[in-house]
């Protein structure tokens, strides 16, 4: 952890690093830090007569058509005519979702629909007709989009440190997304990530504020342009406030910096964005507990003081706060479709992708208990509507009579997005002055990513966790393969995809395209307990390595990444080292820095610079410049070029076979962390793995299986037994369990039980079964509990705990509902005041 001192220090580094790249440093704090929130004057004013109209406007609405107005439901569960007929205000597709669930559609297929919500909205019974706004989640490009030109990840750009790039980028997104018939952009993201464990390490520019605060204002300008023009959309600042700053790196969890921090280093992209106008912001999953300053703030779709008091009252934000996916549900006392506490807090748009007609039902009644003031209602529709108005949705055109709409070839921006690839690529090793290579040698390319467009493109990549893709799926792009045939002349170039049976010393030279496979939210975090280890979790890349490394050819090994992990193991089996993270469609532009041009000359030289710092062991996390102790492999700023003569010596590859045991628990189920058992379901002779489909329901003979969610969407498994049933968490071989989660460990998880037992309930480890009945009698109706059993109770019936193949099982012979997630073993936890006891199993 960073001392204060030392982050005020930081502060001040970064806004004189700001100053010496020549951007406007412009609200955010020139040499002093902040210590409350700033007063930002935003570049889009408000309008006198614009006021006088909305005023207007919303004096002649219904409750209901207010209502209406605040409520954003997903294009799957809403039609055309549910707009019209309850009046919503906005739209939106998540990630890999299409038009009519068609991955390919054209542009013009969009359009239609973006006109056929368009019409709906315009011909309701409200007074004065209020056009619906579309958003979309065109995070490096229109991303979710077929055909459409793909850019980099953000952490890439940020160590392209270019942001007339990030501008022009900006821009041609706009355009993008205007040929799809939207007008609403969910970007950009505005995170300074400080522990790359989390799954949306690639989403950030950087792990300083100064790039996110260099970026952010240039960014939306780009995309909101003068907001009236062909080629602009409404663009969100994201996500609301500290989603980079969670403990441990986790999806929604909590960001425990003190007030300084907040403002210092997590809000920092925010004051360029909004006195550049940024129009929408999305609150954050996370919450806020600022543990120094003895305040918890709670979870931010709940919290007054920052929706409301700073971001609106103090910084002045007049435009609308939207929620995110599915979030009201976190806040406490609220569920998927209610929560006058969200609204109250300060959210002016709910997302509310599936359950939005209940919800329209409750807020209206909640307004009419007095449980939402009017006020708060009619200041939200205010908001919204002049996003609207700013945004010439009132001109009357729907969005075919935009000259982009339908032009499938404005989705593309290759050239841009090739230079955004060269500028991205950091050179980490380059040793014997291996790069850049000839053209017309021949080259041996291994590697699982050298011909993987999803893999090069990462997530949100036309679905949401940017899998489930092949490279069919992506018509008009170049694979980083393509690239390297195209500058070392096809006939030069053999694949190879592992190696095998390849007789390296045929070649002048082999590439190897490696890394990471595609992920985003939640299935991207790397567990507390797991390592940085990138060949830990993808043993594949190192096995090629050691197949064509030592061999007497050079190595040029690139890296496919969406965040910085420990490779040691890897740099010593390659002479050089490129960190390529995660360029999108153009990989051309990877091949252009690689290769000499034709005469000799260096073609494009490495300008990519660490944008976060690169680990020199596999469990140092949380590692950002600044930090007391800082000690990375390649420190942030880090970059060779073809004029450096750094070496990079042989490095220690060791890492500590049971984890990082700082934290202390070994996850047995939970799907974010990709658990290492799975889970199975027994009743009578049926057994079935419930496999990784979780909208799949299994309706067994004596039980009926549901995911559910106990804290996070779609986190739990729900069990409905009629009778003699049981779940289990297996693998096929038994697992040793590291001995920090041995030491005073408990069996632990979260559990609801909407049903008291009517029989007999046990909970196992392997073969020991301790009876839980009435353990789960007592928990019955209470909500969400968290269950602690002590290892030791299983181990006094004779269980060797320190190989597991079975480490959880829970069966009923009788009626019994429950709900279970995070199953684990906690070291520790036996200890914990609220641990069972063994006795409470008799
Ligand atoms: C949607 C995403 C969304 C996510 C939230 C997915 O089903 O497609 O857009 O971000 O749910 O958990
Ligand atoms: C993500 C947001 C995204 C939204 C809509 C959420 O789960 O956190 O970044 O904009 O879904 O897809």
Redesign the pocket.
């Known amino acids: 952890m960073n001392s204060h001192n030392h982050i005020l220090r930081r502060a001040v580094l970064a806004a004189t690093a700001t100053l010496a790249l020549g951007i406007n440093a412009v609200a955010a704090p020139a040499a002093k830090p902040l210590t409350d929130w700033p007063h930002i004057t935003s570049a889009v004013k408000q309008d006198k007569a614009m006021e006088a109209r909305i005023k207007q406007i919303v004096a002649g609405m219904t409750l209901a058509q207010k209502i209406g107005q605040m409520t954003q439901p997903e294009i799957k569960f809403s039609t055309p005519e549910d707009i019209r007929k309850y009046y919503i205000g906005s739209v ?4 890999g979702s299409w038009p009519q669930g068609n991955k390919h559609a054209s542009a013009a297929d969009w359009v239609k629909l973006a006109d056929a919500y368009y019409d709906a909205s315009m011909s309701t019974d409200m007074k004065v007709q209020v056009p619906v706004i579309w ?1 979309i ?1 065109a ?1 490096h490009g229109n991303s979710n989009m077929y055909g459409a030109t793909l850019f980099p990840h953000n952490i890439g750009l940020g160590a392209a440190h270019d942001a007339k790039l990030i501008g022009e980028m900006a821009k041609s997104v706009a355009k993008a997304v205007r040929a799809t018939g939207i007008d609403w952009v ?1 970007a950009p ?1 505005l995170a300074v990530v400080r522990d790359d464990r989390w799954g ?1 390490t690639y ?1 950030s520019f950087s792990e300083d504020a100064a790039i996110v605060k260099e970026y952010s204002g240039v960014y939306v300008k780009g995309l909101q342009g003068d907001l009236k023009s062909d080629n602009t959309v409404v663009a ?1 600042a ?2 609301f406030v500290g989603d980079g700053g969670t403990a441990e790196g986790k999806d929604r969890g909590v960001n425990q910096s003190t007030m300084s921090e907040m403002i210092n280093i997590h809000a920092q992209g925010y004051y360029p964005a909004l006195e550049a106008g940024v129009q929408t912001v ?1 609150a954050s ?1 996370n919450s806020w507990n600022d543990v120094k300053g003895g305040k918890d703030h709670g979870k931010m779709h709940g919290s007054k003081e920052l929706l409301t008091v700073a971001l609106k009252e103090k910084m002045g934000f007049d435009g609308l706060v939207v929620s ?4 009201i549900t976190e806040v406490p006392g609220c569920a998927e479709d209610s929560c006058a506490a969200a609204i109250n807090a300060g959210v002016d748009m709910v ?1 509310v992708p599936e359950k939005w007609k209940p919800f329209i039902a409750n807020t209206i009644a909640q307004v009419e208990k007095g449980e939402i003031p009017m006020s708060r209602i009619d200041d939200a529709v205010t908001r919204i509507l002049r996003v609207k108005l700013r945004a010439g949705l009132f001109d009357g055109k729907k969005p075919s009579q935009n000259i982009y709409a339908g032009k499938q070839e404005v989705l593309q921006d290759r050239a841009l997005a090739r230079q955004a690839v060269r500028e991205s690529l950091v050179l980490l090793k380059n040793n014997g002055g291996v790069l850049p290579l000839a053209r017309g040698k021949k080259i041996l390319v291994v590697g699982k990513s050298a011909d993987n467009m999803a893999n090069q493109s990462g997530g949100w990549s036309l679905t ?1 966790q940017g899998t489930d893709n092949k490279n069919s799926d992506y018509p008009v792009s170049d694979t980083i393969l393509a690239g390297i045939q195209d500058a070392a002349g096809k006939d030069n170039v053999t694949y190879s995809e592992n190696a095998a049976g390849v007789d390296v010393s045929k070649f002048d030279a082999v590439i190897a395209v490696i890394g990471e496979t595609p992920y985003a ?1 939640g299935d991207g975090d790397i567990g507390p307990a797991g390592t940085l280890r990138l060949s830990g979790r993808h043993p594949e890349d190192l096995a090629v390595l050691q197949a064509v490394s030592g061999k007497g050819k050079p190595v040029v090994t690139v890296a496919i990444t969406g965040r910085p992990l420990y490779t040691n193991d890897l740099l010593n089996l390659s002479d050089s080292f490129v960190a390529a993270w995660l360029p999108g469609t153009e990989g051309k532009g990877v091949s252009d820095v690689l290769f000499r041009k034709a005469d000799g000359k260096i073609n494009a030289d490495f300008r990519g610079k660490l944008s976060f710092s690169w680990p020199k062991s596999a469990c140092q996390s949380p590692l950002n410049v600044g930090d007391a102790n800082y000690d990375p492999l390649f420190k942030y700023g880090y970059g060779l070029n073809y004029s450096s003569k750094t070496t990079v010596a042989a490095l220690d590859t060791s890492y500590p076979e049971g984890g990082c045991g700082k934290s202390l628990a070994v996850p047995i189920y939970n799907p974010t962390d990709r658990s290492t058992y799975a889970l199975y379901v027994t009743s009578g002779d049926k057994r079935v793995a419930l496999g990784a489909d979780l909208n799949a329901v299994h309706n067994l003979p004596t039980v009926k299986v549901e995911t559910a969610q106990i804290n996070t ?1 779609q986190d739990a498994k729900r069990l409905t037994w009629t009778g003699p049933a049981k779940l289990e968490a297996q693998s096929s071989k038994a697992i040793k369990v590291p001995a920090y989660a041995l030491a005073d460990g408990a069996l632990q998880f979260d559990a609801i039980v909407s049903a008291a037992p009517q029989g007999k309930v046990s909970i196992g480890m392997e073969t020991v079964a301790l009876d839980a009945s009435t353990v789960f009698q007592k928990l019955a109706g209470k909500g969400k509990q968290t269950v602690k059993i002590p290892l030791a109770c299983f181990g006094a019936k004779g269980l060797p705990l320190a190989a597991l193949s079975t480490p959880f099982s829970v069966a009923a012979d009788a009626p019994f509902a429950a709900t279970f997630a995070n199953i684990q073993v906690v070291g520790g936890a036996a200890k914990d005041k609220d641990a069972l006891a063994c006795g409470d199993f008799k």
């Not at 939106?92 to 990630?95: A, D, E, Q, S």
């Not at 995110?324 to 979030?327: I, M």
Request: aromatic share 16%; glycine share 12%.
């Open positions: 939106l597709n998540g990630g958003g989640d995070m969910f993201t949306r989403e969100t994201k996500h999305m999953f995110d996916w599915n979030a997302m949401w939210e969407q």
